[in-house]
């Protein structure tokens, strides 16, 4: 199993509990023409269903008698655009106008089993599936207009949900007139014929998120939105450092405020009140002692600490034979490169509401796994999953900072001990202090190349993070990639969470990858792309490159660096492949770079929405120049030193460069997802556009002005020696 | 201390009783259920709570509500009147100025005030304006779109 799969079954929960059965979910609904369908896993349960609870299905599409298509899936709208790229897939495939599907999404009581909402699955696993389904759904539609109309079916066509008789066009029947009264249901079994891409109306044009309305009037609402009668607003206690222990508390000074309650579970502490300041406000009167635990490693030294402690790693790739590599290469090349810790930092912060009713639990929560979180509270407060309802309205952001729940489970702990609906909302700082980072990590690369500009030697080991990303497009003979995730005494190396940050490990192996890449063109005295083109033969990543250094004007320089601060970095992450080329500017006084123009190119294979692309390649390359260029949380041990925006540094209005995006034309093939692909090459193209741009080469980022001070003034340096 | 606090609040008077140390943000939300007004870090570092209060954008959550006292204070849900979008978030559907949408309601109010005193700004002047409010998103690109098309819009207006 490779490592990208893994990263997405471990989030999967044990469905055998999920509640619902289909004949439940029939039982709901009264009329109308439902189609259920299967998307990944639950396709996998036939047979299981039998004296199990769990659904064999995990989407369902139904028409109602007022012609309305409602979609159900357990998906969640983060600010992707899913909700809009979904409704347009099933628009077009029913021929249907788009503002007549509604999206039921990621709530467990109205929606089937998904695993959650990441790793831009989506559009390439749910898309085919909802547009087979859509397409079943148009055949049952169009069998009962054929008996109605008493026309044979192949006579028949459809538009806006209405339809007719090609040879005679008053005959004509609605949906809404075909769906009344009726109670069909089918199930996916096997692929219906889809449409051509040439007859496609909806699909592949641009669309303005559905959405967006209620976003501009205030009207969306988020979790922290949320009002139930009799609820009230929780802060909880934060500790001062990870792994620091309580030793003693004085919450006497809380009760002399009106109407303020503190309640404890354990390590859970936390205020409650009706109204959020005031709760915020009485949690700073509670006296709390730690014990800290003594920091073994701080921003600056974790990455000699890693490389110092590291385990034996695991070989995760291999090919060839190192030895040999080495005897070809005219000149071998070995480097090191660092990435500090990064956070989410969603300006939603982790929000949940939990209200109980009986015994029954209903939790709204901004989530990405909405699934998950029943299984979750079921474990910590010892009542039944079946019995918790989970509702994530919209998301204000996700990046795979909101899998975990933490904040979800504790609202429900709180709601159940002060038998009150509980809201809670994390702090900036606690969700500075509870988020799963995405984990610092070493990348020490040994390479070689002939005297042809030939990649023949590739010895590359990680230490603190995974393999995404890793997997060579390079053509290199004799290769192997070492991970290290495990200290010599079997722990792991992290003093708090790490997890998924938007396509997890690939941005940093990308930035190590692509600066090797570079340094080696210079030393081969070749240009970047045309060494690159030089040791790629797969025909998309040349595609692809070719697209992008088109549409960027690349022309190979006289020499480097050209001064011209022009970079390139290639990527691929869920196979795809992704190019981006970038011109930047150093002031070089202050060490401030400025990212003035981004290409990027990418092979998607059909497109649903281009308008939807644009939208995730701009934000996906301004997003990531936070990590390139300021974002890394600072601590000492467990402490967590950046807890405000004031000294967490995200991308700024002024930052944003002119992006543009080129899309390779790959209709034939299917649909893939674009939420992470842009952002895994931001860094590199970064570090080598400063190179181009002033010889200075940089081998940690983010690339803080201090660095490329740092990095400048030891080129000069090396300069004053050659010379 | 708990006193009584009018204002204007979207055209319409409102009064309370609470303690007028407490900050805005949280009486609009908590107190009277204007919900469109975001918390993105209670420290005037991110701007989603941002509101006018006599045509002036502020950061509702470090302005104690003691402050607004007779002051006319507008929100995201006073902008659109009679049912019609405000050009700005006429602009904002039409730019797709937008991915999860939280900080949404920040900057279309930040927008509105810079519009408010520099009705055609250019380009460097709409990102000046705009540089303190916060995007995770990376909405950045399509919000200095919407805005210079707003104010285009608004020109034709007057
Ligand atoms: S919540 Fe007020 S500026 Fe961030
Ligand atoms: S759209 Fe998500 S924070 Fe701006």
Not at chain 1, 17 to 36: D, K, M, T, V
Not at chain 1, 188 to 201: F, G, I
């Amino acid at each position: 199993m490779n490592e990208d799969e893994f990263r997405v079954s471990e989030y999967d929960c044990n469905t055998d509990l999920y509640p619902l059965s289909r004949r439940e979910f029939l039982q709901s609904i009264s009329s109308g023409i439902i189609i259920f369908f299967a998307v990944g896993e639950a396709s996998t349960a036939k047979g299981q269903s039998r004296g199990k609870k769990r659904p064999d299905f995990n989407a369902y599409l139904r028409i109602g008698e007022d012609g309305r298509v409602a979609c159900f899936t357990g998906k969640v709208e983060l600010g992707q655009g899913a909700m809009t790229s979904l409704a347009q897939t099933l628009a077009d495939e029913l021929d249907v106008p788009l503002e007549s599907v509604d999206m039921v999404m990621g709530d467990t009581a109205l929606c089937p089993y998904d695993a959650g909402t990441w790793g831009s699955q989506t559009t390439p696993r749910f898309g085919p599936v909802l547009r087979a389904a859509g397409a079943e759904a148009r055949a049952v539609l169009v069998g009962l207009a054929a008996v109605r109309l008493k026309v044979p079916k192949d006579r028949l066509d459809v538009k806006d949900g209405v339809v007719f008789d090609k040879t005679q066009k008053r005959r004509k029947v609605t949906y809404a007139q075909l769906a009344k009264g009726k109670r069909i249901e089918r199930r996916l079994e096997q692929k219906p014929q889809v449409k051509a891409v040439s007859e496609l109306n909806i699909i592949g044009k641009p669309h303005n998120r559905i959405d967006a309305l209620e976003h501009v009037t205030g009207k969306a609402r988020f979790t922290g939105d949320i009002r139930v009668a009799g609820m009230v607003y929780a802060k909880v206690l934060r500790p001062p450092a990870h792994g620091a222990k309580l030793k003693s508390l004085d919450t006497s000074a809380v009760d002399k405020i009106e109407g303020a309650q503190v309640v404890r579970d354990g390590d859970l502490i936390a205020v409650l009140h009706k109204n959020p300041d005031v709760a915020e406000k009485a949690l700073t009167k509670i006296k709390a002692e730690y014990d800290v635990p003594e920091a073994r490693f701080d921003d600056k030294s974790v990455f000699d600490y890693f490389v110092d402690n590291a385990g034996d790693g695991k070989v995760t790739q291999k090919g060839g034979n190192l030895e040999s590599g080495q005897k070809l290469a005219k000149e071998v090349v070995e480097e090191t490169y660092l990435n500090g810790y990064v956070s989410h930092a969603t300006i939603e912060t982790h929000s949940a509401l939990a209200q109980f009713e009986g015994n029954n639990l209903t939790v709204w929560a901004s989530t990405q796994t909405p699934f998950r979180l029943p299984q979750q509270i079921a474990g910590e407060l010892g009542i039944p999953a079946e019995n918790i309802r989970v509702i994530a309205p919209f998301v204000g952001g996700g990046f795979g900072g909101k899998i975990y729940n933490g904040q979800a489970v504790q609202a429900a702990k709180l709601a159940k001990i002060a038998k009150r609906p509980v809201q809670l909302v994390w702090t900036r700082a606690d969700e500075f202090f509870y988020d799963a980072f995405r984990p610092a990590a070493v990348v020490k690369i040994k390479s070689g190349f002939t005297n042809s500009g030939k990649i023949v030697l590739w010895d590359y080991s990680i230490y603190g993070m995974g393999s995404r990303g890793a997997q060579l497009f390079y053509d290199v003979p004799h290769h192997r990639t070492t991970v290290s995730r495990k200290l010599r005494n079997g722990d792991g190396m992290h003093l708090f969470a790490t997890g998924a940050w938007r396509a997890p490990d690939n941005s940093t192996n990308s930035f190590a990858r692509e600066s090797h890449i570079d340094i080696m063109a210079v030393k081969a005295k070749m240009d970047p792309l045309e060494f690159r083109l030089n040791n790629v033969t797969d025909e998309r990543m040349r595609r692809v490159l070719k697209a992008g250094a088109d549409r960027f004007g690349w022309t190979p320089a006289k020499k480097a660096p050209s001064g011209r601060g022009f970079g390139i970095a290639c990527g691929s992450d869920i196979n795809v492949p992704v190019v981006l080329f970038a011109e930047v500017k150093v002031d070089e006084r202050t060490g401030k770079v400025q990212v003035k123009r981004v290409v990027c190119a990418q092979d998607l294979g059909l497109v649903i929405n281009p308008e939807g692309v644009s939208l995730q390649v701009e934000g996906g390359v301004t997003m990531g120049l936070g990590y390139a260029l300021t974002e890394e949380v600072h601590f000492k041990g467990g402490r967590i030193l950046d807890l405000s925006f004031g000294t967490y540094k995200l991308p700024r209005f002024s930052w944003a460069p002119q992006v543009e995006t080129v899309l390779i034309k790959a209709d034939d093939s299917d649909a893939k997802g674009c939420g992470e692909p842009p952002i895994i090459c931001v860094g590199g193209v970064i570090a080598n556009a400063v190179y181009d741009a002033t010889g200075a080469r940089l081998f940690q980022i983010p690339m803080t002005p201090e660095r490329v001070r740092q990095a400048l003034a030891s080129r000069a340096q090396h300069e004053v020696l050659t010379t | 201390m708990n006193e009584t606090i009018s204002f204007k609040l979207n055209d319409k008077p409102v009064s309370l009783t609470t303690d007028g140390e407490r900050k805005l943000l949280w009486v609009l939300r908590s107190d009277l259920g204007l919900t469109g007004t975001k918390y993105g870090c209670g420290k005037a570092l991110c701007g989603a709570c941002t509101v006018m209060v006599n045509n002036r954008a502020v950061r509702s959550c470090i302005v104690p509500v003691r402050s607004i006292k007779g002051k006319n204070v507008l929100t995201i849900e006073g902008l659109a009147k009679n049912g019609k979008l405000h050009p700005i978030q006429e602009a904002f559907v039409k730019h797709d100025a937008l991915q999860c949408g939280f900080c949404t309601p920040g900057m279309i109010l930040n927008a509105y005030s810079l519009l408010l005193r520099n009705p055609q700004p250019t380009r460097r002047e709409i990102i000046e304006g705009m540089e303190y409010n916060l995007c995770r998103c990376g909405a950045h690109i399509r919000i200095i779109r919407a805005i210079e098309s707003a104010a285009q819009e608004m020109k034709g207006a007057r």
